[in-house]
């Protein structure tokens, strides 16, 4: 099946510094991708979509200045957590999806990111 | 998307059949239903997905009645490598579409 990898698995910051979180299609081109976040015993909340060459879109509540998404290609696309505040503490996830609509999305194995 | 409503938690032993309902009483003519399992600190895997009746695959059994406002993950014997959280899903859930994952049923597996 496909395979998303998800870079780094976890990552600790100081506080104010960026993050960059790398989320890679391995055996499929991934005209859309997704970035979601998971506070602990909850669900997930998607924050924005993501289309190979186009600008991400944001879901209502995410500050598009603060979490910098980038498709720059149809196997890559990055989150930066810019100027992290211990309150970004979370699980960062994303999912990937070939050029089919009739497919599945594809998920990675996350990324735990610690802000102190 | 339809808004769906699950068990918060489940219990069961290794061996026994397990059944989560999922309500979605205001689903479209064109919503499928799809189900994804999470493990803790991992992102969700696809289990299943059905428009109506039944759908089965090598892991899990769809059943879903004729006015789909409902439907019934089955896992046949689970194991303790069946614990897990997972969630239902109702809408046109096409690969390049958002999902919007709702609260999940948290299913414990005792020995």
Redesign the interface.
Known sequence: GAV?SQHPSRVICKSGTSVKIECRSLDFQA??M?W?RQFPKQ????MA?SNEGSKATYEQGVEKDKFLINHASLTLSTLTVTSAHPEDSS?Y???A??????????????T?LTVL | LAKTTQPISMDSYEGQEVNITCSHNNIATNDYITWYQQFPSQGPRFIIQGYKTKVTNEVASLFIPADRKSSTLSLPRVSLSDTAVYYCLVGEVWATDKLIFGTGTRLQVFP
């Open positions: 998303v005209t859309t997704f979601y669900s997930l909340m998607l979509t699980f996830i994303c999912s999806a070939q050029g089919s609509r009739t497919d599945t999305q594809y998920f990675g194995p996350g735990r």
